[in-house]
């Protein structure tokens, strides 16, 4: 597969909420090491990055924003 100078990577759902146990055991240990890995590559080719974070209005919720300075 070719890609394009403006392909992008989309980095979906990446963020600390999913580390809760509720979640279950995790079967992509190194998901992250990959991740950052993929983005520093898109980076040094220039190429786009898009990032897609669930951010919920739930005041329990593990993926609520403390902040609204952390969307940017």
């Known amino acids: 597969m070719r890609l394009t100078k403006n392909d992008p990577l989309i980095v979906i759902d990446v963020q600390k909420a999913f580390f809760n146990l509720a979640w279950g055991n995790r079967n992509n240990l190194n ?42």
């Open 31 to 72: 998901a992250e090491e990959n991740i950052d890995k993929l983005i520093r590559h898109w980076r040094e080719m220039g190429r786009p990055i898009i990032f897609v974070q669930h951010v919920s209005e739930n005041k329990s919720s593990d993926a609520r924003l403390k902040s609204r300075h952390r969307l940017l």
